[in-house]
């Protein structure tokens, strides 16, 4: 748990919003979960507040293109979900309800992990970022595998555990309680300063 005397440095801290995307978010979305929707308003603040400080804001976006798992030896993300996220589609755009044109960084990935064959390490160390608050959805999928990534890479990741999307309840808290007991820390939204 981040120390509520912590406060993030915005010049070395940045806000990194996971797949706040009309698929996950909006109701007509392919894989639509109401928490996800839920969640807009607490990211919203976090984003803000980032802003108002100084920090950047990074987004990323899940995007698939159509024949991506068409030779999948076993990461076949279409068979575990179904078709999602699809590349050009209306369900893979970031959702309106957030200040996405602000973005400081927009990340396009193929898989969990944010870092995966991205350009977002480059982008963080090129701007001097250590430390990361980490938000969005599914807390227990895209959160949990950026989160965990970020650590490995020498990164602060702070889960921010009440601006978190998820299916069910337990899934949220496995999510926060992974990210704490094993590689970085979590803080609410009351916790978040900046100095």
Not at 12 to 29: E, I, K, L, S
Request: net charge negative; glycine share 6%; charged share 30%.
């Amino acid at each position: 748990m981040a120390s509520d005397q912590d406060a993030f440095d915005p010049d070395r801290t940045a806000v990194v919003v996971v797949d706040m995307q009309n698929g996950f978010c909006h109701p007509d979305g392919s894989l639509y979960a109401e928490p996800s929707e839920t969640a807009i308003d607490p990211v919203g603040t976090l984003v803000e507040r980032a802003s108002d400080a100084g920090a950047p804001v990074v987004y990323t976006r899940d995007v698939h293109p159509p024949e991506q798992f068409e030779d999948a030896h076993y990461y076949d993300e279409f068979d575990r979900w179904g078709e999602h996220v699809v590349e050009g589609s209306w369900d893979a755009e970031l959702i309106e309800d957030l200040p996405t044109e602000d973005a400081d960084h927009v990340v396009e990935k193929h898989t969990y992990d944010a870092f995966y064959r991205t350009d977002l390490e480059g982008w963080l160390d090129a701007h001097g970022v250590d430390d990361l608050l980490i938000c969005g959805t599914l807390a227990n999928v895209c959160v949990l595998h950026t989160a965990g990534s970020a650590g490995l890479r020498d990164y602060r990741p702070v889960v921010i555990e009440d601006a978190l999307g998820y299916i069910t309840e337990d899934h949220r808290e496995y999510a926060v309680e992974h990210a704490d007991w094993l590689f970085g820390e979590t803080a609410t939204l009351e916790d978040v300063a900046f100095v």
